[in-house]
């Protein structure tokens, strides 16, 4: 039986090292970077290890070599020189007025005046904190080592109100410029966050920046690779596959289906979400951890701000430009789920620089239907999940009328909002509602123009709809038999049902739906 315990929610590579927690070393990546650069950034999606990176740099500047005892760093490391360190972690405060931020800053700030203390011309935020950083150098007789965590919250948590996030932009870009000022005094600064706001903004004054976030050398410095798991895990693979009554071979490709997939450049390997993959080893059991651990509304509201097609988001296509940054006042939502890491690189056209976007697996894939789901259909977070069952259910059962009554129900009470983009927002719940029952059961979904068609497989039924928009539920059915979407299972031995469905302008729901079977 194995012993490790797995730092679930644990940041702290001190307490991690000293209090026996499993740690995947990743000291080697970490020696690198500190030794070929000195100025870094790093996005990766929350939960992704960044700030266990950061608290690990923090030992390793200041010379904590007892923490790093049979890692690889201990062998590469000869000098282990102690530098200053200053640490700032933006993730422990709620940014909703500017009042916030600049309180945020100004608490680190004052804490470490009290260390190198202040001068009376140092009036601004940006001022106070080059000072100290000069003064740091000076009294430590060493360079300083900046590393900031979560470095974007304030941002982020200001998406949809242009004039805070403009505020709290000027107060960062102050800030951060700091770096550049006193860059005699730096020995090493790293940023990590879950996104990149244009370098119009935040970074304009730090293009001296080292963003790794997709470089292939450093894809494994967060997260987890199919390699590493085998090093570092294999008994307990054996131990889980015994625990669910499964083979070693099964349960690893139901690792892979649930939690691999983040692919971070066009030609990298996969990574696995650490806190998803460690929990699943914990308890044993196949669950929606990260999700579990809250899903930011700002996405939700990104999307219907803009309007978007949410079928759009299996194969989403954009450029390295678009998924490099997020500009305040952009209209393309993608590049936040992107960055969010609800979306990953799928593929690459090499010869006109596109990727192609896509889920990076089953876990992300379900939880975030699932999560969307109450905001766009007249069904609350609660019974959200029941309905979803009640759906499969009836689909299973051949109860298609009961399954469009539940239907219908998911568009009662449309907002005015909504009418006006009606085709839209239908397409939109349609495809959440299908996506999700196509976790359960077999589902082919097609938009074109407006029109849906949809093909439902389940062990005894095989379901063939074609949805219109104010037209009718016989012009539906009819176009089913025309374009003959029926004959590709004219042998098959399962009860088949052609359903015309119509869903009308002006009672905002589905009208009528007639059947043929």
Not at 159 to 179: P, S
Not at 270 to 299: D, H, V
Not at 327 to 341: F, H, K, L, M
Request: glycine fraction near 6%.
């Amino acid at each position: 039986m194995s012993s490790k315990i797995y730092p679930i929610g644990i940041q702290n590579f001190e307490k991690i090292r000293n209090d026996g927690y499993f740690y995947i070393d990743k000291t080697a990546l970490i020696y690198q970077m500190v030794k070929t650069g000195s100025y870094y950034f790093l996005s990766r999606p929350r939960r992704f290890g960044k700030s266990l990176l950061i608290s690990t740099l923090e030992a390793y500047f200041q010379g904590k070599k007892e923490l790093f005892t049979g890692l690889a760093v201990e062998k590469l490391e000869k000098n282990w020189i102690k530098y200053p360190v200053l640490h700032i972690d933006l993730n422990t405060e709620k940014y909703d007025t500017p009042e916030s931020l600049e309180n945020k800053l100004n608490g680190v700030l004052v804490e470490w005046e009290k260390k190198y203390g202040a001068e009376p011309s140092e009036k601004s935020l940006a001022t106070r904190f080059e000072g100290i950083i000069k003064r740091t150098c000076r009294q430590e007789g060493q360079r300083v080592a900046i590393l900031v965590d979560e470095y974007d919250k304030p941002m982020l948590q200001a998406i949809g109100n242009e004039e805070l996030q403009k505020n709290f932009r000027n107060t960062l870009k102050a800030f951060y410029g700091a770096l550049k000022s006193q860059d005699g005094c730096i020995k090493f600064a790293m940023l990590t966050g879950v996104t990149k706001f244009s370098k119009v903004s935040v970074f304009s004054d730090l293009n001296n920046l080292d963003d790794i976030s997709m470089w292939n050398e450093y894809i494994e410095i967060c997260g987890v690779s199919e390699r590493e798991i085998h090093e570092n895990l294999e008994a307990e693979l054996h131990e889980f596959a015994d625990a669910r009554g499964t083979t070693y071979e099964k349960l690893c490709t139901e690792l892979k289906e649930c939690y691999d997939g983040y692919h971070f450049t066009h030609n990298s390997i996969g990574m696995y979400n650490p806190f998803s993959l460690l929990n699943a080893f914990k308890r044993k059991e196949f669950g929606n951890y990260w999700f579990e651990t809250g899903t930011p509304t700002y996405l939700v509201k990104l999307l219907k701000k803009h309007h978007y097609d949410l079928e759009r988001m299996a194969h989403e296509e954009t450029d390295a430009q678009v998924l490099n940054s997020i500009d305040s006042e952009s209209t393309n939502p993608i590049p936040v789920i992107y960055q969010s890491g609800y979306l990953t690189i799928k593929g690459y056209d090499e010869r006109f620089g596109i990727y192609r976007l896509g889920f990076p697996n089953r876990e992300v894939d379900e939880g975030f239907m699932r999560f969307l789901l109450p905001f766009y259909a007249n069904v609350n977070k609660v019974e959200s999940p029941f309905e979803i069952q009640k759906f499969v259910r009836e689909i299973e059962a051949g109860d298609y009328n009961s399954f469009f009554r539940r239907l219908q129900s998911f568009f009662a009470d449309t907002t005015y909002e909504v009418i006006r983009e009606q085709e839209l927002h239908y397409e939109n719940v349609l495809f959440i509602v299908f996506k999700l029952v196509g976790f359960y059961t077999k589902v082919e979904y097609h938009t074109n123009n407006g029109r849906i068609d949809l093909i439902l497989q389940t062990d005894k039924f095989i379901y063939i709809m074609e949805f219109k928009l104010n037209g009718t539920a016989k012009e539906a059915l009819q176009q089913i038999n025309d374009k003959r979407y029926a004959l590709p299972f004219e042998a098959d031995g399962r009860k088949l049902f052609k359903i015309g469905i119509n869903f009308s302008e002006k009672t905002r729901n589905i009208e009528k739906w007639v059947v043929e079977s």
